[in-house]
């Protein structure tokens, strides 16, 4: 079994600063895709960053500029730093990580719990 573990979620002004981590755990013969996505009250959820198997990265317009996802293999971990944080950017992050199971069977999505960051005056 495989369990993805957010952290590093909280409260902070604009302008702001927080890092996201991810790290999973369990079974794993190989993680391919990392990536970050986020959902706003009332709205559908958006992907926020992504970096695949190869290093290649891909962001929002939203986040470009101001958000940098990192990835550790060795802890089976991603990040997202957010750096000039604003209200928009309130909403819960989740983390979802494409992994290998066993050779016997297709990757699969799995995702994390999600944790909220919020940004307010």
């Known amino acids: 079994q495989v369990q993805l573990l957010e952290s590093g979620g909280g409260s902070v002004q604009p302008g702001g600063s927080l890092r996201l981590s991810c790290a999973a755990s369990g079974s794993i013969l190989s993680i391919n895709a990392m990536g970050w996505y986020r959902q706003a009250p009332g709205k559908q959820r958006e992907l926020v960053a992504n970096?695949?198997?190869?290093?290649?990265?891909t962001y929002a317009d939203s986040a470009k500029g101001r958000f940098t996802i990192s990835r550790d293999n060795a802890k089976n971990t991603v990040y997202l730093q957010m750096n000039s944080l604003k209200p928009e950017d309130t909403a819960v992050y989740y983390c979802k990580h494409v992994i290998r199971t066993s050779w016997g069977r297709r990757p699969a999505d799995y995702w994390g719990q999600g944790t909220q960051v919020t940004v307010s005056a």
């Open positions: 970096i695949n198997s190869g290093g290649s990265i």
